[in-house]
């Protein structure tokens, strides 16, 4: 519990004092220190920015919140085109700048949101805490990202569901063994919302500003950092299946994404995933 208070205190938009959110009330050329934890999660968020041509993009704030996903209202009415390109206008991975432990931005408008890749990270946090302890195994999860060491009590292998992508969340789709790996899945089918017929879901599109409309409807990924897995699987997510799966096999990662069809799903597999599968 001390340790996720901690992360909290360092990455959390919702409290006004964390490290972060007194980083986003900077002007520029002033500066913050911040603990070493926020500076390895903002440095892998704009690795992988740079490794998934800005799919990802951890100052995506004012397009999650023009679209009503943040803490703002849904919207009455789809953003016009000058609202999207106003909200683009206002992020910029690039205004970040690190210094040792300072933060600074060129941009006052720019807002860093962790939360495609801190919830992981706060399970990493977990996971090494009981290292310390040298058990023989482990499974730490929050809110659908998980860490698995080792075996469970009885010596059998940790087997972890991933679940169909339907609303309802009861349909098993695939039962894996992650052996010592963390996991991290990412979907379209909870948090959505529709306007005159058409289905608005709460993965956007940093590079087009528009939520994504592609049949990609679940992404799941396993890594030996949960936090590093969270982020991809967001990223590929807005990515779609073909260059997700081109993305997956030139870095060498075990994915596994479902697509909707029009008849049920269709299930792909990258080449590092085949070997968790039963």
Request: aromatic content about 8%.
């Amino acid at each position: 519990d001390m340790a996720l208070e901690q992360v909290n205190d360092q990455m959390s938009t919702y409290r006004p004092d964390s490290e972060l959110s007194r980083f986003n009330q900077l002007k520029p050329g002033q500066s913050q220190a911040v603990s070493a934890d926020t500076i390895t999660n903002i440095c892998e968020g704009i690795r992988l920015y740079q490794l998934t041509d800005g799919a990802l993009d951890i100052t995506l704030g004012p397009l999650v919140n023009l679209w009503g996903f943040g803490p703002d209202k849904r919207p009455l009415e789809v953003p016009s085109a000058e609202q999207i390109a106003n909200a683009k206008a206002r992020m910029g991975i690039d205004a970040i700048q690190i210094e040792g432990d300072r933060l600074s931005k060129t941009q006052s408008s720019v807002y860093v949101d962790l939360s495609s890749i801190a919830k992981g990270f706060g399970v990493d946090k977990v996971a090494r805490l009981l290292d310390k302890y040298q058990p023989k195994g482990y499974l730490v999860e929050i809110g659908g990202e998980i860490s698995v060491k080792g075996s469970k009590g009885d010596g059998k292998p940790w087997r972890v569901a991933i679940e169909q992508p339907a609303d309802n969340g009861l349909a098993v789709q695939q039962v894996i063994e992650p052996g010592t790996m963390a996991m991290a899945t990412s979907g379209d089918y909870r948090n959505y919302y529709e306007e005159d017929g058409q289905r608005f879901t709460h993965i956007i599109d940093p590079r087009s500003g528009f939520p994504v409309e592609h049949r990609l409807a679940s992404v799941t990924v396993l890594h030996p950092q949960c936090m590093t897995a969270d982020g991809f699987a967001t990223a590929m997510m807005v990515m779609g299946t073909e260059a997700s799966l081109a993305l997956a096999e030139k870095e060498k990662l075990a994915i596994m994404l479902i697509e909707k069809q029009d008849e049920g799903f269709k299930v792909y597999y990258s080449s590092a995933f085949k070997a968790f599968v039963d």
